[in-house]
Nanobody
């Protein structure tokens, strides 16, 4: 089992930055793939970014250059740095992990999920 707890979401003005954190426990963190997804009201869950156990990264095309996924294996924490925030980034951001170590884009592939953290961007 893996427990994931996100933090760092808040209300921020457009153009601002945030760093979301995902604290993991329960399994060897360095072996896990990590993913970030977001879900806006009335919309489906959307892939944002993922990182494999070896550090390969993948992004939704529309966030490339603004979002950066990273991880600190010693602290067992994953991060999502979000710059140049836009109102359309408003959503609940969820962290996911998978013991396969493969950075999937599909939510269904991830075994473990956090509860999410709310990001609200005002215009």
């Amino acid at each position: 089992q893996v427990q994931l707890v996100e933090s760092g979401g808040r209300l921020v003005q457009a153009g601002g930055s945030l760093r979301l954190s995902c604290a993991a426990s329960g399994r060897t963190f360095s072996n896990l793939a990590m993913g970030w997804f977001r879900q806006a009201p009335g919309k489906e869950r959307e892939f944002v970014a993922a990182m494999s156990w070896s550090g390969n990264t993948y992004y939704l095309d529309s966030v490339k250059g603004r979002f950066t996924i990273s991880r600190d294996n010693a602290k067992t924490v994953g991060y999502l740095q979000i710059n140049s925030l836009k109102p359309e980034d408003t959503a609940v951001y969820l962290c996911a992990a998978d013991p396969s170590g493969v950075a999937f884009r599909e939510a269904v592939e991830y075994d473990y999920w956090g509860q999410g953290t709310q990001v609200t961007v005002s215009s």
